[in-house]
């Protein structure tokens, strides 16, 4: 079993910094690729970002590339979002999502990928 809990989420004016924590504990995420999710009110989930079990490889959404940045640090381990420039429309809840696969890679962006969860947490950017 692996539990991940998300830290970090909060209220910020647009165009402010946030930075999202995902702490795993249960089992070794060494060999996980992570994700963020998050879901706006009213809407579905929808990927924000991901990396592989070595960090070499990001993905990130269209709509937050060049503003998020996300690392991981195997040795705690924790994997973080670094939130930059944000914008009303960032304002979600945030979840973070390992993929058990021993590949350790970003297979997509879809959620039936991730088979554990966090339980979220709130991003919230005013104008």
């Known amino acids: 079993q692996v539990l991940l809990v998300e830290s970090g989420g909060g209220l910020v004016q647009a165009g402010g910094s946030l930075r999202l924590s995902c702490a795993v504990s249960g089992r070794t995420i060494r060999r996980y690729a992570m994700g963020w999710f998050r879901q706006a009110p009213g809407k579905e989930r929808e990927f924000v970002s991901a990396?592989?079990?070595?960090?070499?490889?990001?993905y990130y959404a269209d709509s937050v590339k060049g503003r998020f940045t996300i690392s991981r640090d195997n040795a705690k381990p924790t994997v973080y979002l670094e939130m930059n420039s944000l914008k009303n429309k960032d304002t979600a809840i945030y979840y973070c999502?390992?993929?058990?696969?021993?590949?350790?890679?970003?297979?997509?962006?879809?959620?039936?990928?991730?088979?554990?969860w966090g339980q979220g947490t709130q991003v919230t950017v005013s104008s």
């Open positions: 990396i592989s079990w070595s960090g070499a490889t990001p």
């Open positions: 999502a390992a993929d058990a696969s021993p590949l350790g890679v970003v297979r997509g962006t879809r959620e039936s990928e991730y088979d554990y």
